[in-house]
């Protein structure tokens, strides 16, 4: 009996040791003009959480761990971001931060991280400059908004689109895609400009811009709802002008904001095809929609491989230690479900980026890279 008591000791001990857990920062909006995006985003790192808990963690310097997520809702305002990064570097004392959506919070929470030694691994913002600030801390899985902008100019340089106009955000994010495309393609193809700020719904001046200028086609460097309701004015106005869109555009949940003929021939660039006969994609498409109901998301799958990769870096790390784990982060080469990841020596990975259409039956299909070019149900 005695003996059989110590092998039930010995037993719960074990279970108990493998069942300690290691808090990881999550920074995001979960409430305010960004939560829509906020739930692809924590969707992506619940999915791996679950995976890797499932799994029975995993193992740092030969000690077992399960992941919890310490989520702090930050609503794309900079000033919270930077208080929830202190506040995960002093009272949480966590090893590494990962998540934020806005350029601009992440802006905010970068210096911070830096301060405290504390890696921010971001899985979606894309202004370009926060991996040129020096910041050794700071980490970028998703393409930026110059490797975004790169892949569409190459796309469009192969078609008859000019003059090409655009509609754009009033900020940062709209007019340096603006210049981007501008410094790729020529001004000499370039059109009728026009910028908006947030909040705005009536694009009816910029419409009449277009078809004066005789556009071949219209870019709509703009989110979803915005996105949609440009879409619906361009068209309803007559105009069978080519689109062209971004990453928020590319997805059914855009689908059900307009209908497939007003968005049939629309062209996006994309992060993450969810239909794309890629076996990573694949699966993780079919994980997703069982967990959640809904197609993959591309803010979703970014997030995903952010906490495996992580999750990886601190296994190689060896030790619970901010220092390690960015030497270990900047060794890494990690094959996620968005592609090869590996970070150059600012921070930065370089996923493939893909660019996607619209077919008339609400389906896509990939038109590039040429090597994964697929038709309607691919993309």
Request: proline share 4%.
């Amino acid at each position: 009996m005695a003996r059989f008591f110590g092998v039930f000791l010995l037993l719960v001990a074990c279970g108990a040791a493998a069942q300690e857990k290691l808090a990881i920062g999550i920074v995001t909006s979960l409430s305010g003009p960004m939560a829509a995006p906020g739930k692809f985003q924590m969707n992506g790192f619940r999915l791996a959480e679950e995976e890797i808990n499932s799994a029975g963690g995993f193992s740092v310097g030969g000690k077992k761990y399960l992941v919890e997520l310490k989520v702090y809702d930050t609503r794309a305002n900079p000033a919270e971001g930077a208080s929830a990064m202190q506040r995960l570097a002093t009272v949480d004392k966590v090893p590494v931060v990962l998540g934020e959506l806005h350029s601009g919070v992440a802006a905010a929470e970068a210096p911070v991280a830096q301060d405290y030694s504390i890696p921010l691994v971001l899985t979606i913002p894309t202004g370009p400059n926060l991996t040129e600030q020096g910041n050794r801390f700071l980490f970028r899985v998703n393409a930026n908004n110059d490797q975004l902008t790169q892949a569409l100019a190459e796309f469009i340089a192969g078609q008859a689109w000019t003059p090409l106009a655009f509609i754009a955000w009033n900020n940062d994010a709209g007019r340096g895609g603006v210049n981007g495309m501008k410094k790729l393609l020529g001004e000499a193809r370039i059109g009728y400009v026009g910028y908006f700020n947030v909040g705005e719904v009536d694009f009816s001046s910029h419409v009449s811009n277009i078809r004066a200028g005789n556009a071949r086609a219209v870019m709509l460097l703009m989110d979803e709802e915005p996105g949609s309701l440009a879409i619906k004015q361009i068209r309803d106005a007559g105009l069978k002008t080519q689109l062209v869109g971004t990453l928020a555009m590319g997805s059914d949940r855009f689908l059900k904001r307009l209908d497939a003929q007003r968005l049939e021939g629309m062209v996006q660039y994309n992060a993450f095809p969810p239909n794309a006969k890629v076996p990573g994609i694949r699966v993780f498409s079919e994980r997703y929609r069982k967990k959640y109901g809904e197609e993959a998301h591309g803010f979703a799958a970014q997030s995903y491989d952010g906490l495996k990769l992580t999750v990886a870096a601190l296994q190689k790390a060896g030790k619970i230690d901010g220092r390690a784990l960015r030497d270990a982060l900047a060794a890494i080469e990690y094959d996620g479900v968005i592609g090869h990841i590996k970070f150059d020596a600012k921070g930065q990975a370089h996923p493939p980026v893909y660019v996607t259409q619209w077919c008339s039956d609400g389906k896509r299909r990939i038109l590039y890279p040429e090597t994964l070019k697929a038709d309607c149900g691919a993309g």
